[in-house]
């Protein structure tokens, strides 16, 4: 499985933008799909997941009520759609693939390249 992401920009506090994480394979639906996020000098942290059936979601408590993660399976892609967006939100953002976890436990069988997202004040 190869993913790829995209959508990342440039936006002020309280804009929007969604993220797009397209991925190759038959077996897309198998698995977990996650979003997770690096900003400079912190460690990555989980953000959202979706399990394969596209009904079972995970949300970290800093996104919640702003961030929906969504998928589509005849597309092979999964989606995070980002609203009210502050400074804290900037990072570089990567989808990730696991046949076994869903949320914040994922280790990612197979990881996008990144897509960076930034919020200025």
């Known amino acids: 499985v190869q993913l790829q992401a995209s959508g990342g920009g440039s936006v002020q506090a309280g804009g929007s933008l969604k993220l797009s994480c397209a991925a190759s394979?038959?077996?897309?639906?198998?698995?977990?799909m996650g979003w997770f996020r690096q900003a400079p000098g912190k460690e990555r942290e989980f953000v959202a997941a979706?399990?394969?059936?596209?009904?079972?979601?995970r949300y970290a408590d800093s996104v919640k009520g702003r961030f929906t993660i969504s998928r589509d399976n005849a597309k092979n892609t999964v989606y995070l759609q980002m609203k009210s967006l502050k400074p804290e939100d900037t990072a570089t953002y990567y989808c990730?693939?696991?046949?076994?976890?869903?949320?914040?436990?994922?280790?990612?069988?197979?990881w996008g390249q990144g897509t960076q997202v930034t919020v200025s004040s």
């Open positions: 990730a693939a696991d046949s076994l976890r869903l949320g914040a436990a994922m280790r990612g069988d197979y």
């Open positions: 394979g038959r077996t897309f639906r198998s698995y977990h």
């Open positions: 979706i399990a394969g059936n596209a009904i079972v979601t």
